[in-house]
């Protein structure tokens, strides 16, 4: 007897012949055996990397910002560039989680975990840079509105880049919450199969003594779908907020109402670009190929796709209002500034444009979606892509202001901007690596629920119910 | 707490835990719980239980956040410091929606969390008497509480005839307390010792 039934023209989720023990065996061997000689070099390497990033940014806390080649027009530069890149790469995570489950994606299932853990650590890259960028990094508890002795003075509500602040932080606690009560159950999961001391230790902390009784279960689902139902506004809501930074502006470039949904498409793009990017090292380093099968890869390839196509109208859009509003500023901005290849930024232009519309289309080929070497290469593509596409908004719209003896061309960062970003970097894959070892890479409990509708071996037993007479099969599943 | 006796039945397929639970339930007994490596759903309904409310709690948080976040930002614009912001109204609620919904589900969600652990009695550093280790691998364990009228050799064999693959009875602890996964302790062991 089926529990449930899932049509076996659906490719299955989970490969190979897999029992729910199995399940656990596949993805809880990664953290009990030694990491591989890869998993050091890499670890290391971000490490290494980590550490640049400290002293860069303890040079900028001794000496000030003074040392990035931020000047009179641009303000902004690669700080902001990369705090917006970072914050749209944390989108995938809760998309995959929040949105997908609300709409019933069954393949969420297997990429969700790693996904999410992604979007935590992007957003703590994320958060460094407005925090640095606001120079005596001493005081910048002062973005919060607590009473206190100047008055009180008051931050002020109606500003973006306060929204900002609480739309960042809430995203990150809400998004760590989610991810932590998942785990919760698969910590307990490692606990009870733990033959080391400490292991059985350490994960008993962590597992806050799960015990799997029904009406926890029962809780614990209630919990995943409200906070599915609060993260998906919430997603939207981040990078809706991030993008005001620059709507509510007057500049030409960022005054343009169709920032949200732009910044919202490109966020999921980007994310799901680095999802794509990390999945592919992580199920081939740890083995999990059968859990993050070639079709999770596709319906990514096909987010991505869709997502990149939606930007590429987006900045298409511009550029016809740039037009068709008649204003020489907003003319300028785009037709000379940005969209002229021989203007001193149109290469950053065209470089975003080749990286996020024009490449993408090849996933429009099922063969080219399913090709592991195109797919991570194109993940790496659409993230640098992303990256142009930030610096594009930020530096094209304010390298000429309204006074031409300001204006300034040659802005490049110093050693220490890119330090900076390059120790964000260090960071994320660090925490990432990190992650790979010690924490399941894969909902257990998950894809154990799903595993008899979408495992290939229960897939197979199916038949019989498919040949099924119409009037018996439509009689057997309304009882379910 | 207190300590109980316990007759533990173990499945390896909820195909055929779900006529079992139906089964015992029928024939009278009282199940304590069934623990399971995921959520099973309808288990909760075959078992009896009632719907959670902790969607309802997370409501009452989310709106918490809504009011908090109106009411102080009002109070801080319009009340206590009026600052003149480009000379627009001091009350700017459209500006002020971001927050408010940002609040809102900070609240609801950080309040939704808590509860969770608080409902189901887990944190950190809390430690459970479970029944099977593999309960958190690949076994429903259904665990029925004994009286003194439970004949545990009957049971047994009534839960084999319904497809438990294993059988136990055990004496333990029904609540929580402060402990470590890597030590063998059964707490209040002693107190009864003392007792008897």
Redesign the interface.
């Known amino acids: 007897m089926h529990l449930k039934y899932e049509s076996q023209l659906r490719e299955p989720l989970v490969n190979g012949d897999k029992n729910y023990h199995q399940v656990t065996e596949d993805i809880v061997r990664p953290i009990e055996a030694k990491p591989p000689r890869l998993w050091y070099i890499g670890f290391f390497t971000a490490v290494a990397l980590l550490m640049f990033g400290v002293y860069s940014v303890y040079r900028d806390v001794t000496y000030g910002i003074g040392q990035w080649n931020l000047n009179k027009t641009i303000g902004w530069g690669w700080d902001i560039t990369n705090f917006v890149w970072w914050v749209g790469i944390g989108h995938a995570g809760t998309l995959i989680s929040a949105i997908l489950l609300l709409f019933r994606q069954g393949w969420r299932t297997g990429v969700n975990r790693a996904a999410e853990a992604m979007t935590i650590f992007a957003v703590m890259c994320a958060g460094q840079f407005p925090i640095f960028h606001m120079g005596r990094v001493w005081m910048a508890f002062f973005v919060l509105p607590y009473p206190n002795t100047r008055g009180p003075l008051w931050v002020n509500f109606n500003s973006p880049l306060l929204w900002d602040v609480f739309a960042i932080s809430t995203y990150f606690t809400v998004s760590l919450l989610f991810w932590y009560s998942g785990l919760i159950p698969d910590f307990g999961t490692i606990r009870d199969r733990a033959f080391t001391k400490l292991r059985k230790r350490l994960y008993g902390i962590a597992s806050f003594g799960w015990s799997g009784s029904t009406k926890h279960w029962q809780r614990h689902e209630s919990l995943s779908l409200v906070l599915a139902g609060l993260s998906t506004p919430l997603v939207l809501s981040v990078h809706t907020i991030v993008s005001f930074d620059f709507a509510t502006s007057v500049i030409p470039g960022w005054h343009t109402t169709i920032f949200p949904p732009y910044f919202v498409a490109g966020a999921i793009f980007s994310g799901f670009a680095m999802t794509q990017t990390l999945l592919l090292v992580v199920r081939k380093v740890f083995g999990l190929q059968d859990y993050i099968t070639m079709g999770h890869i596709e319906a990514m390839n096909k987010v991505i796709v869709l997502t990149g196509s939606i930007v590429g109208v987006a900045y298409l859009t511009e550029l016809f209002m740039g037009w068709y509003s008649q204003n020489k500023y907003e003319g300028y901005t785009f037709w000379y500034s940005r969209a002229y290849l021989f203007s001193p930024y149109g290469w950053s232009y065209w470089g975003m444009m080749a990286c996020n519309v024009l490449s993408p289309q090849i996933f429009w080929f099922r063969k080219m979606r399913r090709n592991l070497f195109v797919t991570f290469f194109m993940s790496i593509i659409v993230n640098i892509g992303m990256w142009f596409e930030r610096f594009v908004i930020i530096v094209t719209s304010l390298y000429r202001d309204y006074l031409p003896s300001s204006w300034s061309v040659y802005y490049s960062p110093t050693i220490w901007e890119v330090g900076f970003y390059a120790g964000t970097f260090g960071l994320f894959f660090t925490c990432f690596f990190l992650f790979a070892k010690y924490f399941p890479v894969i909902a257990i409990a998950e894809i154990k629920y799903v595993l008899k509708t979408t495992g290939e071996n229960y897939k197979a037993k199916m038949t019989p119910i498919e040949e099924q007479s119409l009037e018996h099969f439509a009689h057997e599943q309304a009882h379910h | 707490m207190a300590k109980k006796k316990f007759v533990v039945g173990c499945f390896d397929d ?2 055929v835990l779900f006529p079992a639970v139906k089964k015992v339930r029928t024939a009278g007994y009282k199940i304590h ?8 759903h309808g ?2 309904h075959a ?1 009896g ?1 009632r ?2 409310s ?2 309802t709690a ?1 409501f009452i948080y ?1 709106i918490t956040g809504t009011t908090t976040a109106l009411s ?2 009002s109070w ?2 319009a009340k ?2 009026p ?1 003149n ?1 480009g000379g ?1 109204p001091h009350f ?1 609620l459209p ?2 929606i ?2 408010t ?3 809102t ?2 609240f ?3 309040g ?2 808590l509860t ?2 608080y ?10 008497h ?1 029944f099977h ?6 076994l429903f ?1 259904m665990v029925i509480e004994c009286t003194d009228k439970t004949n545990v050799d009957d049971l047994r064999s009534f839960l084999h005839s319904n497809g438990a693959v294993e059988t136990d009875v055990q004496v333990a602890e029904t609540g ?1 307390w402060l402990g ?3 030590k063998d302790e059964m707490p209040f062991e002693t107190k009864q010792a003392v007792v008897a």
Do not use: N
């Open positions: 909820e195909a719980d069934v623990y399971t490596p995921f959520a099973v288990l909760d078992l239980i719907e959670t902790l969607h997370g989310g102080g930002i801080i614009l206590d410091w600052l912001f627009k700017a500006a002020w971001p927050i919904f940002e609040l589900v900070l609801s969600a950080v939704m969390v969770f652990c409902l189901c009695q887990i944190a950190p550093f809390v430690k459970k479970h280790p593999r309960a958190t691998d690949d364990v929580w470590r996964y890597d």
